[in-house]
């Protein structure tokens, strides 16, 4: 049997002018259930809150109302209280006789119907209320980067220094991603590698840290705190516990590969080290290159076509057998970090890119710069290595292009490409370079200065205007373009262009549908609210940093990626996770599984079950909501046309018996 | 034989002064195509043509829906007020041979053991003028079940269609007193006149080809209960209440109390056996869980447990509206034939 | 209940004889519109007091039947409030209720609520002056509209004053007999050949029924009854209502299909009622049905008949082919007459509309033949046998009547396929095909869906799209 205790408040003044609280405790008195009804003048002070507990404890209250302000301001404190007390929190409603009575109805013979109604209708909430207590999660407390870029690499770190095991998958070779490629840093001008290996060495040392490089996500199950991958370790054919670093198996190799690190600027051989300061320093075999992938005899013995990287490697690394393995880790959080890679700049055909080497993107450019790229550094056409006298920069290719490239505006390029033209500059003193703009986009710190130094001290001439067609033409490259602040045509001929490609989103590997993550229209994975939660996805337990996540340059970045570890070190920080009762819960004697619920979710917090007899056959599949990942929204509930599923604190019959109570009954009702 | 002749005008006039006179009463109009009893206030708009109403005029005598008393909780206490019987004197007027023996089956459930009050004082309160058959339907097999075109079981005063008219007799006092004003200028009707009228229910009698259902059947078919025929007829049942609904003869309501916790009513409505909820009990176990299981059981009803409770007396009335409104056409005849037939034959599942 | 009032009734302090006010229920969710009403207070704006609100966590937990619950309490109005598209908490609730708000307005409106009585609204958080807005237009719109008379009648029924329009000729005559008895004997052979190769263990076809010419439905277990099966203008029930109950066995099924029931077999994959690959799609080219009064029904005007893509097999008087075939047989088609009578319909003045509708539900025997007879019914537990809480009343009265109708109606939303078999079975003749089309109507106009199409797609109130119309949101 209900017994109800009513709490009506003055607030003051507040209420007590316009509602005649007395009157709305009296009539709360008179709804069968309640066995209290009381008003007060501040019930949420000490004293009123004592009341309430006394009321409780010594009455045996089964429920409460508190009619005074929004629940949006005092829910959590009268909860608080009645809990004190000994009553489930959620037992105790708020009936909001205030901002959405006393404060707008100055009429008391209008008010104070209204109150007692809102009451009375709170009261029939109580009534159906049942106790709740906060889901418990277990959490694994370990987490999972994917990625090895220097997003990864930060969050990783972050979240290894805080004392938590991370692994750290890569799927090439090496970590440091984009970052390693890079020449100089804008605006600083840091040696790229020489800030970020320090960082790479570090995670790879790190004790904490569990390095997967050539590995690949393959699977992943569970919910937040509870996830399970699946990896796929690439075989690199050489053992990563015994190979030294040498070298000597590349200078026997007889196969020449165009280097990826290098934009294919560059060789390597078979087996190789991406870069000097690749983290691991195992070397790889490239088994698309290697002369004996092909030679396997028809009778299935492996006849091994060369086998000079292992005649000369001392330690006895090299595996020709090595096969991939799939290994399992479990953790509690996941953080995306997937970087990102350049827009293929062949589908802008007026650049020309792809038909003719001079004409190189933003990356190959950043090769052409690094001291340890294919031209040591200088700055040399890529056609007949001869030297570069005259450069044209172009922005925006791609980006702010919703016909043919991307919309959106890809952040770096006006910065990386004054930092070109100033490196160049640097490297090439009397040498040209224009570039073509349609804004210059310098937000960051010290970004503005930097422009301004590039277009008036090294005097890079700056042309606002797009450019219609580059083309060759008797060995030169020339670009047509307009200057549109003076009114002309222009026309340059240049030795090299650099394309300023626009940032999408790395490719392949499926990864947002395996993490069960959105994307939006262009690819870049989905936070859960562009301002409030940049690092969050809607799957719980599921982050996301870096360029993954949308085009930013290194200080977004790494504060990102700080960012979503302290997301995971929130999930992290206890061996349990608590999470909101009001949660959604499937009745299985009538649930249809026709899976309108789980369609409608966005949480993905609804599964279907089989319910098994115990000869292990299926006898139903039923729905099943996850607790640890639903939110509590309901919008299963309405889709659930048996009402097999219903939602803690707004069941429907919370919701029925409150409707019913809010309306007073039609006069002359009658039942034929 | 004594009673009246009415020509039609006759008969529309009878009607006038009962209506005039107060009476109330409920005869089958003809709404867009579809008979149904209703109460009238114009004799116009009464249909005797051939043919039943879609479903028999039981709901005078039980209500689809009937508050049985109301209740409020306060907080001193449970009020239960009764509900008062909201009934008048009613006459149901062109009610079929077979939906008045479909009332006298009521009779039996409602006033045979224990009187059900509410449905006792609706029933004394009406008076049934059945009205024979001048043509059976393709469904209709009340010969089959001891039912006639001119039967008299239930009813309280007697049409039979004589030509363009009808004759009239009362059945018992109330029909007496409803026929009083006849007496005073309707014509006497003559034996030879009764006997064509009665030669002309034998013809219509003779025209309904469904050969009898014998009383020893009831005992056959309760032991058919395990008989696999059941499946194969029970399958194609979907599980509605159409024929519960129309039936003259089936009772069943479920009790629900309509309102809140604090107050409402407590009302019976039309149940159905064939409903897969109607024997579930609070523990979830449903002991006829197919409807197959269900199916049988309301045949049984029927025509066995009915029977040996009530002298041999088939429940069904032979009515076939239940046969021609099935949405899948369910034969009521046919399964119990078929359940006869089967243990001795090879239980085909036929349809 | 007016003898002892109710709790609400209770809880009101008397007041004297004094101008009527209206009472209007208002939903809203939690993390907008209850707090831009918290600022309307916070702010003072006065506004008035008609509203009575009902916080949830989002406008996606709104059930329509809590909506037509309020109207049966007796609110005069009742005012739907959540977040603006896009700004939802919980990403999307608003946007999928946004689509059951327009089915549902669609039928309440349908069905003679006066639209002056149903406001929805996207108040924001931040929009106290918006709120106290809303609510004065929804109150004057509902002082305006007066006080609501109840969900149904009170009495006895009147008696409708509405006539449909005349239904114009069929556009074909007859099928040929010769015709039907051809489909027969292919059906015959095929299902003897299907259940002989062990391809299927049950082939559920038509058979003649007890009455002249009846046709029921039929199970064929074994290949020497396959002679039963048979073929007429009166197939007229959709066999793929017995689909459901095979979805937990290994047996696979041939079913035979018409066009119209090859849709209803379309909602159960997109439900996931049935499997694909055990099920045998016997698609019959169909010349259309005859109704309960022996003339061509009206779902067979605009229909022509052609076996539906995802059916196996096609039969035509000319034999059986494997896959989806056309006919080759030119059937005359005509504009569906129930698109004339549902815009007849919604044409007439609320009342009259409303009048309509009440006569016909007052008839009403709630025998559920509707539900029985539906594909798309197939839940173990209806609704209408739930008691906590008990959203249909139980009792067969004009309105218990309404709110099942209403009910069902709302839960085919998007998912009928039109096969009219709720009407043909009714015992009261009620109009549900017509109550169902509209519904159908606004879906397909609203949301470019056509039921029973592609068994890939979500359904439609499943989904939503960011530009869904939202002209009747203030």
Same mark, same amino acid.
């Given at each position: 049997m209900a017994k109800i205790g009513v709490f009506v408040c003055h607030c003051g003044e507040n209420i007590a002018r316009t509602v005649k609280v007395k009157e709305v405790a009296d009539s709360a008195?008179?709804?069968?259930?309640?066995?209290?009804?009381?008003?007060?003048?501040?019930?949420?002070?000490?004293?009123?809150?004592?009341?309430?507990?006394?009321? !409780?404890?010594?009455?045996?209250?089964?429920?409460?109302?508190?009619?005074?302000?929004?629940?949006?301001?005092?829910?959590?404190?009268?909860?608080?209280?009645?809990?004190?007390?000994?009553?489930?929190?959620?037992?105790?409603?708020?009936?909001? @006789?205030?901002?959405?009575?006393?404060?707008?109805?100055?009429?008391?013979?209008?008010?104070?119907?209204?109150?007692?109604? !809102?009451?009375?209708?709170?009261?029939?909430?109580?009534?159906?209320?049942?106790?709740?207590?906060?889901?418990?999660?277990?959490?694994?407390?370990?987490?999972?980067? @994917?990625?090895?870029?220097?997003?990864?690499?930060?969050?990783?770190?972050? @979240?290894?220094?805080?004392?938590?095991?991370?692994?750290?998958?890569?799927?090439?070779?090496? !970590?440091?991603?984009?970052?390693?490629?890079?020449?100089?840093?804008?605006?600083?001008?840091?040696?790229?590698?020489?800030?970020?290996?320090?960082?790479? +060495?570090?995670?790879?040392?790190?004790?904490?840290?569990?390095?997967?490089?050539?590995?690949? +996500?393959?699977?992943?199950?569970?919910?937040?705190?509870?996830?399970?991958?699946?990896?796929?370790?690439?075989?690199?054919?050489?053992?990563?516990?015994?190979?030294?670093?040498?070298?000597?198996?590349?200078?026997?190799?007889?196969?020449?590969?165009?280097?990826?690190?290098?934009?294919g600027m560059a060789w390597r051989k078979a087996i190789y080290i991406p870069f000097p300061q690749a983290v691991p320093t195992t070397y790889t075999l490239d088994a698309s290159r290697c002369l004996n992938a092909k030679s396997q005899n028809p009778s299935g013995y492996r006849v091994l076509a060369c086998e000079r990287c292992s005649d000369v490697c001392l330690p006895r690394a090299i595996d020709y057998d090595q096969q991939p393995e799939i290994v399992e880790r479990e953790v509690g959080a996941i953080v995306a970090a997937t970087g990102f890679q350049l827009w293929p700049a062949e589908q802008g055909r007026e650049y020309g890119y792809g038909t003719h080497p001079d004409i190189v993107d933003g990356l190959e450019f950043e090769r052409l710069l690094s001291a340890s790229g294919p031209t040591g550094g200088e700055v040399r056409r890529p056609s007949d290595g001869k030297p570069v006298r005259s450069v044209v920069m172009i922005q925006c290719v791609g980006s702010r292009d919703p016909r043919f490239g991307v919309p959106y505006c890809s952040r770096v390029c006006c910065m990386y490409t004054a930092k070109h033209a100033l490196l160049y500059k640097h490297k090439v003193p009397d040498g040209r370079v224009h570039v073509f703009y349609m804004d210059i986009r310098a937000g960051g710190k010290g970004y503005e200065e930097f422009i301004s130094r590039v277009m008036e001290e090294e005097r890079v001439v700056y042309v606002r205007g797009r450019v219609s067609e580059v083309i060759h033409r008797d060995g030169e490259l020339i670009v047509y373009g307009a200057d549109t602040l003076v009114g002309r045509a222009v026309q340059v001929k240049a030795d090299l262009v650099v394309l300023a490609s626009a940032m999408v989103p790395s490719q392949g590997g499926d990864l947002a549908r395996k993490l069960r993550i959105a994307v939006d229209p262009h690819g870049f994975l989905q936070e859960a609210h562009p301002k409030l939660r940049p690092v969050e996805t809607l799957t719980a337990g599921v982050f996301v940093a870096g360029a993954a996540q949308s085009p930013k340059d290194i200080p977004d970045t790494v504060a990102q990626a700080s960012a979503a570890a302290s997301k995971v070190l929130e999930l992290l920080s206890h061996p349990t996770m608590q999470r909101e009762p009001t949660v959604a819960q499937v009745n299985e004697a009538v649930c249809n599984a026709c899976f309108d619920c789980q369609r409608v979710c966005p949480y993905l917090a609804i599964e279907g079950a089989e319910i098994k007899d115990r000869e292990g056959k299926v006898r139903k599949v039923v729905a099943r909501v996850n607790p640890a990942m639903c939110e509590g929204c309901g919008a299963c509930i309405v889709a659930c046309r048996p009402q097999a599923i219903d939602l803690s604190g707004y069941t429907n019959e919370q919701l029925f018996a409150q409707m019913d109570a809010l309306v007073p009954a039609p006069a002359g009702a009658v039942v034929e | 034989?004594?009673? =009246?002749?009415?020509?039609?005008?006759?008969?529309?006039? =009878?009607?006038?002064?009962?209506?005039?006179?107060?009476?109330?009463?409920?005869?089958?109009?003809?709404?867009?195509?579809?008979?149904?009893?209703?109460?009238?206030?114009?004799?116009?708009?009464?249909?005797?043509?051939?043919?039943?109403?879609? =479903?028999?005029?039981?709901?005078?005598?039980?209500?689809?829906?009937?508050?049985?008393?109301?209740?409020?909780?306060?907080?001193?206490?449970?009020?239960?007020?009764?509900?008062?019987?909201?009934?008048?004197?009613?006459?149901?007027?062109?009610?079929?041979?077979?939906?008045?023996?479909?009332?006298?089956?009521?009779?039996?459930?409602?006033?045979?053991?224990?009187?059900?009050?509410?449905?006792?004082?609706?029933?004394?309160?009406?008076?049934?003028?059945?009205?024979?058959?001048?043509?059976?339907?393709?469904?209709?097999?009340?010969?089959?079940?001891?039912?006639?075109?001119?039967?008299?079981?239930?009813?309280?005063?007697?049409?039979?269609?004589?030509?363009?008219?009808?004759?009239?007799?009362?059945?018992?006092?109330?029909?007496?007193?409803?026929?009083?004003?006849?007496?005073?200028?309707?014509?006497?009707?003559?034996?030879?006149?009764?006997?064509?009228?009665?030669?002309?229910?034998?013809?219509?009698?003779?025209?309904?080809?469904?050969?009898?259902?014998?009383?020893?059947?009831?005992?056959?078919?309760?032991?058919?209960?395990?008989?696999?025929? =059941?499946?194969?007829?029970?399958?194609?049942?979907?599980?509605c209440s159409i024929c519960t609904y129309v039936c003259p003869s089936c009772s069943c309501f479920d009790v629900n109390d309509n309102g809140t916790a604090s107050c409402g009513e407590r009302c019976r409505s039309w149940d159905s056996c064939t409903f897969a909820l109607f024997t579930r009990q609070a523990s979830g176990h449903n002991p006829r869980p197919t409807q197959a299981s269900r199916y049988r059981q309301r045949v049984l009803h029927k025509f066995a447990y009915y029977p040996q409770r009530y002298e041999g007396r088939f429940m069904c009335v032979g009515c076939g509206r239940c046969v021609a409104m099935c949405p899948v056409g369910m034969d009521i005849q046919e399964a119990v034939r078929m359940a006869v037939e089967a243990p001795r034959g090879s239980g085909d599942a036929g349809r | 209940m007016p003898e002892h009032g109710d709790a609400a009734a209770v809880a009101q302090p008397a007041v004297g004889a004094r101008e009527w006010q209206p009472v209007i229920a208002a939903v809203l969710c939690h993390w907008c519109t209850y707090a831009g009403a918290d600022m309307a207070g916070t702010t003072r704006r006065v506004y008035p007091a008609t509203v009575r609100p009902l916080r949830v966590p989002c406008t996606g937990r709104i059930d329509p039947l809590l909506i037509v619950k309020a109207f049966e309490s007796g609110a005069d109005g009742v005012l739907v409030s959540g977040c603006h598209p896009g700004d939802c908490h919980y990403v999307q609730g608003n946007m999928v209720a946004r689509r059951r708000f327009t089915a549902l307005r669609a039928l309440m409106e349908f069905v003679g609520l006066d639209p002056r009585r149903l406001h929805f609204a996207w108040v924001s958080a931040s929009e106290g002056v918006k709120w106290s807005q809303v609510v004065a237009e929804a109150t004057a719109a509902v002082r305006e509209a007066g006080p609501f008379q109840g969900w149904g009648t009170l009495g006895e029924p009147r008696r409708p004053a509405v006539r449909l329009p005349e239904v114009p000729a069929p556009p074909r005559g007859a099928p040929r007999i010769e015709d039907q008895q051809a489909v027969a004997a292919h059906l015959q052979r095929l299902a003897a050949t299907l259940l002989d190769e062990g391809q299927v263990s049950v082939v559920i076809g038509y058979a003649a029924g007890s009455l002249d010419g009846q046709m029921v439905p039929t199970f064929v277990e074994r290949s020497e009854d396959a002679s039963k099966l048979a073929w007429s203008d009166r197939c007229v029930n959709n066999l793929a209502v017995y689909l459901p109950a095979f979805r937990r066995q290994e047996a696979k099924v041939a079913l035979v299909v018409k066009k119209c029931d090859a849709r209803a077999v379309v909602g159960l994959l997109q439900e996931a009622q049935v499997s694909r690959k055990r099920v045998v799609l016997i698609g019959v080219s169909c010349p259309g049905v005859a109704d309960n009064k022996g003339t061509l029904a009206l779902k067979c005007y605009a229909c022509d008949g052609e076996v539906p893509s995802l059916c196996d097999w096609t039969v035509t008087p000319a034999g059986a082919q494997q896959g989806a075939h056309p006919s080759g047989a030119a059937r005359a088609v005509t504009d569906d007459p129930r698109d004339a009578q549902v815009t007849y319909l919604a044409s007439l003045p609320p009342e009259d509309r409303r009048a309509y509708w009440q006569a016909q539900f007052a008839e009403c025997l709630r025998c559920y033949g509707c539900r029985a007879v539906c594909p798309m019914c197939y839940c173990a537990v209806c609704v209408a046998e739930q008691n906590r809480p008990q959203w249909v009343p139980t009792t067969i009265d004009a309105k218990g009547n309404l709110t099942w109708n209403v009910t069902r109606a709302i839960h085919l939303a998007g998912r009928c396929g039109g096969c009219d078999e709720c009407a043909r079975v009714c015992p009261a003749d009620v109009r549900l095909d017509l109550l169902n089309h509209r519904v159908a109507m606004e879906v397909e106009q609203r949301f470019g869906y056509r039921t029973g199409e592609d068994p890939s797609v979500a359904p439609p109130l499943d989904t939503f799209r960011p530009d869904d119309p939202q002209e009747f949101i203030r």
């Open positions: 008195r008179r709804i069968p259930g309640v066995v209290f009804s009381t008003d007060y003048a501040y019930c949420c002070s000490a004293p009123g809150q004592k009341i309430i507990m006394d009321a !409780i404890r010594e009455r045996g209250l089964t429920g409460i109302v508190v009619a005074s302000c929004s629940p949006h301001l005092h829910e959590p404190t009268f909860r608080r209280a009645a809990a004190q007390a000994g009553l489930n929190p959620f037992q105790c409603e708020m009936a909001n @006789i205030r901002e959405q009575c006393s404060w707008v109805h100055p009429d008391p013979s209008e008010g104070t119907p209204k109150a007692c109604q !809102i009451v009375a209708s709170m009261v029939e909430k109580v009534k159906q209320s049942r106790a709740l207590h906060p889901v418990e999660v277990p959490v694994t407390r370990r987490a999972m980067v @994917i990625g090895g870029g220097v997003a990864g690499v930060r969050a990783a770190l972050d @979240i290894a220094n805080a004392g938590h095991p991370v692994v750290l998958v890569e799927r090439e070779t090496s !970590i440091g991603g984009n970052m390693a490629r890079l020449s100089e840093t804008f605006p600083t001008l840091d040696c790229s590698q020489c800030i970020l290996t320090p960082l790479m +060495v570090e995670a790879s040392r790190h004790p904490n840290i569990e390095l997967l490089t050539y590995s690949e +996500v393959e699977e992943v199950s569970g919910y937040v705190g509870n996830f399970k991958v699946r990896i796929r370790r690439k075989p690199r054919y050489v053992r990563a516990d015994v190979c030294t670093a040498c070298g000597e198996c590349v200078k026997a190799c007889p196969v020449d590969v165009p280097n990826e690190f290098d934009r | 034989m004594t009673g =009246w002749r009415l020509s039609g005008a006759e008969l529309t006039r =009878w009607l006038e002064d009962l209506l005039r006179g107060g009476t109330r009463v409920i005869a089958p109009v003809d709404e867009d195509g579809r008979r149904v009893f209703k109460a009238v206030d114009d004799p116009a708009r009464v249909c005797l043509a051939s043919g039943k109403t879609r =479903w028999s005029p039981k709901e005078f005598v039980f209500p689809k829906t009937e508050a049985l008393f109301s209740y409020a909780v306060q907080a001193d206490g449970v009020t239960l007020r009764a509900a008062s019987v909201d009934a008048a004197e009613q006459v149901l007027f062109g009610v079929r041979p077979c939906d008045a023996a479909g009332l006298a089956r009521l009779d039996a459930t409602f006033l045979g053991g224990e009187i059900d009050p509410l449905y006792a004082r609706r029933r004394d309160l009406t008076t049934v003028v059945s009205l024979g058959c001048a043509e059976a339907e393709p469904e209709c097999f009340c010969t089959a079940v001891g039912g006639s075109p001119g039967g008299e079981e239930g009813s309280d005063l007697q049409l039979l269609p004589a030509g363009e008219g009808w004759l009239v007799r009362p059945l018992t006092p109330k029909g007496e007193r409803l026929a009083a004003s006849l007496s005073t200028w309707a014509a006497k009707a003559s034996d030879e006149e009764w006997e064509q009228a009665r030669a002309s229910v034998r013809r219509v009698e003779e025209s309904i080809r469904h050969s009898a259902v014998a009383r020893e059947w009831a005992s056959i078919l309760e032991a058919s209960f395990d008989s696999p025929v =059941w499946e194969a007829l029970g399958r194609r049942c979907l599980g | -």
